[in-house]
């Protein structure tokens, strides 16, 4: 949290919410996660460049990804500080775990560290630049050497094998197929033991044997989804998905799943790493001026404009590219022309010709049947792709859906038959709004 929200943060918060609610739709119970990771060099950086406190300059960015969610519609049913006494004394619970399983012990580490990415990385995953910078490969974020430094490193080495096979009898376990793949040629290219804490800097939780050592601050992050779900008064079953973005998948995929092994604890089902927003086909970046607020995109465009175009215009998993010129044309071919279009067509009839009120059907037809029948049957056709979180093959059924519903007025006539048979034109109403009712 040492910035404001941009487009990629109201990606992942607006595709969890699709998630969560269409689960909720399903009749299940959902514990929607979400929260902010506060510790760390980079966050202490910029709150003294701020002149300010780095409790009080995350107070403000957390009211900022608050206000981000309110604005998309998001009602997470949980939220985590990581500065919360509650999590921190989780966090150290599952540090305690990992070290009586004897997978912590204490080091030296010198290497090229990246501030911005929070991350160590070896010779192989760094290049030198024109300008004589050396940036991590995979991230493009600058990096320094950092001589040695007393640090309490996790046997990540020692989970090799169990990563791999966890991976092999559990194929879902990363999604989509193309990062597994990733992630296991990672793996098998062979794993080094893991620098787990900072002696540096103090803003972070402290380790609890040692507190002139804080955290690495992804063993921090990642305990959320523990200290979220009550970890350690309870232990919580293993989440249904992590929906991250693809730069912080290593740290899902990998160290993750191991630090849940060595703490003898239940992994996620499954890890989703969708993709990155560009803007006009070009990357989105601070210097380049281009960056995406959601903020403004919300006030342009409102909420449910926003979710839709983002949640159908790329594959989820995938890369996607925005752009105004897009946004518009596709949200007015479907949300306006198409479904707004068919509701208001139906709505405005119901108050001409009934007084506002839903009229009474008759005797339903073949054609009524089977439009009914697309909108009953809506969550369970489109329950494999949710469950496959391919979030853009349910948008394209609700479009079906919505082109089904526009052909049936159209072939029904309601505006003919409100001069020849009214109880008709009222069935052909009814049946409209059961069916916008079963696809709103």
Not at 403 to 420: C, F, H, M
Request: proline share 4%.
């Amino acid at each position: 949290v040492n910035g404001s929200p941009h487009i990629g943060h109201a990606y992942t918060s607006s595709q969890a919410d699709i998630l969560s609610r269409y689960k909720t739709l399903s009749g299940r119970s959902v514990a929607y996660q979400t929260g902010v990771d506060e510790h760390g060099e980079k966050v202490a950086q910029k709150a003294e460049s701020m002149n300010m406190d780095p409790k009080e300059f995350c107070d403000g960015v957390k009211r900022e990804f608050d206000d981000m969610s309110y604005k998309l519609n998001c009602r997470p049913t949980h939220v985590v500080r990581t500065t919360d006494s509650s999590h921190m004394e989780g966090a150290q619970a599952f540090w305690r775990k990992m070290e009586e399983n004897g997978d912590v012990y204490k080091g030296a580490y010198a290497g090229w560290y990246s501030v911005s990415d929070e991350c160590y990385y070896n010779q192989g995953e760094v290049e030198e630049l024109e300008d004589g910078r050396k940036v991590a490969r995979e991230s493009g974020s600058e990096v320094v050497w950092r001589e040695k430094e007393e640090t309490y490193f996790f046997r990540l080495s020692a989970y090799t094998d169990k990563l791999l096979e966890h991976y092999d009898s559990h194929p879902s376990f990363i999604m989509p197929a193309s990062r597994r793949n990733e992630v296991v040629s990672f793996v098998k290219s062979g794993l080094t033991d893991l620098s787990i804490s900072r002696s540096s800097f103090t803003w972070g939780v402290p380790v609890p044997s040692d507190p002139d050592h804080v955290m690495y601050v992804w063993v921090d992050a990642l305990a959320n989804y523990l200290t979220g779900q009550g970890y350690p008064a309870s232990t919580p079953p293993p989440a249904d998905v992590h929906i991250v973005g693809k730069d912080i998948l290593r740290f899902h995929a990998v160290y993750w799943p191991a630090f849940l092994m060595s703490a003898g604890l239940s992994l996620p089902k499954t890890v989703f790493a969708h993709g990155w927003w560009t803007r006009d086909g070009s990357k989105i970046s601070k210097s380049v001026g281009n960056v995406i607020s959601p903020f403004e995109l919300v006030d342009s465009y409102g909420a449910d404009a926003v979710r839709f175009f983002m949640a159908s215009e790329v594959a989820f998993g995938g890369d996607g590219d925005f752009s105004h010129g897009q946004m518009v044309r596709k949200c007015n071919a479907v949300l306006a022309n198409g479904y707004g279009n068919l509701n208001q067509r139906v709505c405005s009839m119901v108050f001409k010709n009934f007084g506002g009120e839903v009229p009474r059907p008759d005797a339903l037809t073949e054609e009524d049947e089977a439009l009914l029948e697309v909108g009953y049957g809506l969550v369970e056709a489109t329950r494999g792709d949710m469950e496959e979180y391919r979030i853009h093959k349910y948008c394209e059924s609700i479009i079906r859906a919505v082109n089904a519903g526009n052909q049936y007025i159209d072939s029904q006539e309601p505006w003919v038959l409100r001069k020849t048979d009214l109880d008709r034109c009222g069935t052909v109403l009814w049946v409209e709004m059961e069916f916008l009712r079963c696809l709103s």
